[in-house]
């Protein structure tokens, strides 16, 4: 069974960046593409970004050109840097495969404000 760890949220200004962090234990993620989630007060998580096991990528036309998510397979760990914050990208983010979700990590805490 997958447990993942999600890191790296704060508080920032807009037009600031983090980089988050979720970290894969029990079983290798390597062979599955994985994806960054996030859910805002009172929305549904939505998908916003895409790598699968080649490292191609694909992003929600929200955040394209400000985020972009990365993998190290041998640290079993898969990346979203987000840079050109907007108080909109506020909400919880969460990373798991595109389907057949592994259990929902705690998720990590990202507030754009001024």
Do not use: H
């Amino acid at each position: 069974q997958v447990q993942l760890v999600e890191s790296g949220g704060g508080l920032v200004q807009p037009g600031g960046s983090l980089r988050l962090s979720c970290a894969a234990s029990g079983s290798s993620v390597s062979g599955n593409a994985m994806g960054w989630y996030r859910q805002a007060p009172g929305k549904q998580r939505e998908l916003v970004a895409i790598i699968g096991t080649s490292g191609t990528t694909n992003y929600a036309d929200s955040v394209k050109g400000r985020f972009t998510i990365s993998r190290d397979n041998a640290k079993n760990t898969v990346y979203l840097q987000m840079n050109s914050l907007k108080p909109e990208d506020t909400a919880v983010y969460f990373c798991n495969r595109p389907d057949s979700w592994y259990a929902w990590g705690q998720g990590t805490q990202v507030t754009v404000s001024s």
